[in-house]
């Protein structure tokens, strides 16, 4: 008798436990407080500051906040790979650069092309087909390509405490949606698995489509021009055009993301603005102010003046990635 | 005894109407049975036409197909009220065209200044204030204005059918899309309330907007530059930059809508692609191959071409506003 109740208070307190921590990997620090107390402000009926569920939207940035953006964005490892598999039928790529030295595997070179080159590298890759064909390059690509350091999936460096994140937000009747400045045609194919993010919830920066009968059946048509750049000031513009209401959470790593906070938590209500402060050169990486990708300078400054929430990685996360 | 077995008989009878008719205000004729076998054809568990929830896209164009449209697309009246309203800051407006005309009430005059003419009243109107004051401008007039001939609000001249229709997609798991031509800062402010879809599921014709702070506060203010024209081949671009994947059903009244219904009726599976033919004089307005607003003339052809739905306003519809 004294055994079995003894397995039952275990029981109870294993269902307790999963139950009351939808966050299993945050340690109980400043973070994880302000993000439980936003949600039960915002959901429990008779709350002053409760939020409608269909006006529950939080906006999550991608690179550097949902998944790792070291050495390089994501997204540029995979440009590199097209570029040579594009090289047999590009042979001017061999003297021209960027492409000449992206092919060398040099990436000095590549970088000195400065931003020019990158959206150069960006056009060449990511238009002149059918979106139907792209979104099966992206699939291919990341069920298949390997970070050259982790020589992981790409996919499996995602955050695993910002997973329990997006699910525990969705279980309390918010939309999740990405706000990124990466393609918003590269992430569709695979946020729905990875992030259990429809493509319908995914902004991000986009290009040019023509739409046109071949053979005569209808096809959109990449073209090699931005029409928005969803970053900065492009992200609360973004918000507006696809979701045309002020989120009430916000959560981004970068300076980048500066604007999305600053649009989010400055409407009326309970709010809640996070940045994620990558503090982990042994787990992940380490990288803020000076840092040429995911640059986060002005956002700490206006963390501190505004009481933002900043997650350290180092201390405020028990596990990064998935197991 | 026998009283009360005819009342219950009575009750059965209008439950059972009212549980197998979702579309009381739709005869039964053609256009209503494609729409009731196409919805069972793709919800049914073990049909092989079975579409996942996710994945049950419809889009509806709004002039012509959700509400009425003559004898002016009805954000026009919109554009019309707000310019008399500000003709008092504007008094060059008294000599300049088309304000001149619309303020002397000269609708042939309007007209004449053609299609500059109105994309001029339309950035004068429409840009220049900030993006809430805008849905403000935007819920007080449509509170407010009433329709010129037939006095009535103008939303309250969408179609009972098609409200029906709203309905019953979304009790069966389809997520309803507006895909309209009109500003999609327009529609938000009252889409929700008047059909059911939220602001996140407008795509519209859109203008430039820029993010800027104005006494220490976040604003976005309408710029008079049109970024997408939500019209023709627009409509399956509009599609794929907002939403990411196909339609599967499409709803549309003309040959602005030829393009998306072409986009939606040509993917693999089921689908359902239906026009709206305004053929009542009586109750609403007859007009198609030659009108200038709402023109339907290859878009009659592709539906008898690639055997798509045309709705008689007058034959398979028993109401056409709701009561």
Redesign the interface.
């Known amino acids: 008798m004294k055994h079995s109740l003894i397995v039952f208070a275990a029981v109870l307190f294993t269902a307790q436990a999963h139950g009351a921590d939808p966050l299993p990997s945050w340690n109980a620090t400043g973070p994880k407080q302000a993000i439980v107390q936003f949600v039960e402000k915002v959901t429990r009926k008779g709350s002053p500051q409760f939020v409608p569920e269909?006006e529950r939207i939080a906006t999550f940035d991608n690179d550097g906040t949902l998944w790792a953006e070291q050495p390089l964005y994501f997204q540029l490892f995979f440009a590199i790979d097209r570029v040579k598999a594009g090289a047999a039928a590009h042979p001017e790529w061999k003297t021209q650069e960027p492409f000449a030295s992206v092919l060398k595997g040099d990436m000095q070179g590549m970088a000195a092309s400065g931003e020019k080159g990158i959206a150069q590298l960006i056009m060449a890759t990511h238009a002149g087909m059918t979106?139907d064909e792209f979104a099966k390059i992206v699939s291919d690509w990341v069920g298949t390509a390997k970070h050259p350091k982790s020589g992981k999936p790409f996919t499996s460096m995602v955050y695993q405490p910002m997973l329990e994140l997006l699910t525990y937000l969705r279980a309390n009747g918010f939309?999740t949606y990405i706000v990124s400045g990466g393609g918003?045609?590269f992430m569709?194919p695979w946020t729905?698995k990875v992030y259990g993010i429809?493509?319908?919830q995914?902004i991000g920066s986009?290009g040019g489509?023509?739409?046109e009968l071949r053979g005569g059946?209808?096809v959109?048509v990449k073209l090699p021009e931005l029409?928005h750049m969803d970053d900065k000031?492009g992200k609360?513009?973004g918000i507006?055009?696809?979701?045309?209401?002020r989120p009430i959470a916000a959560f981004g790593n970068s300076d980048g993301d500066l604007?999305m906070l600053?649009?989010t938590c400055?409407g009326e209500g309970a709010r809640l603005c996070l940045f994620v402060h990558h503090t982990d050169a042994g787990r992940e990486w380490a990288y803020d102010r000076q840092s040429h990708i995911g640059k986060l300078d002005k956002g700490l400054d206006a963390a501190k003046a505004n009481g933002w929430s900043v997650v350290s990685m180092k201390d405020d996360w028990k596990a990064i990635y998935p197991k």
Do not use: T
């Open positions: 269909a979106s939309k918003i045609e569709r729905q429809p493509p319908e995914v986009s489509l023509k739409y059946k209808p959109l029409v000031e609360p513009i507006q055009r696809h979701i045309g209401r604007q600053e649009w400055s």
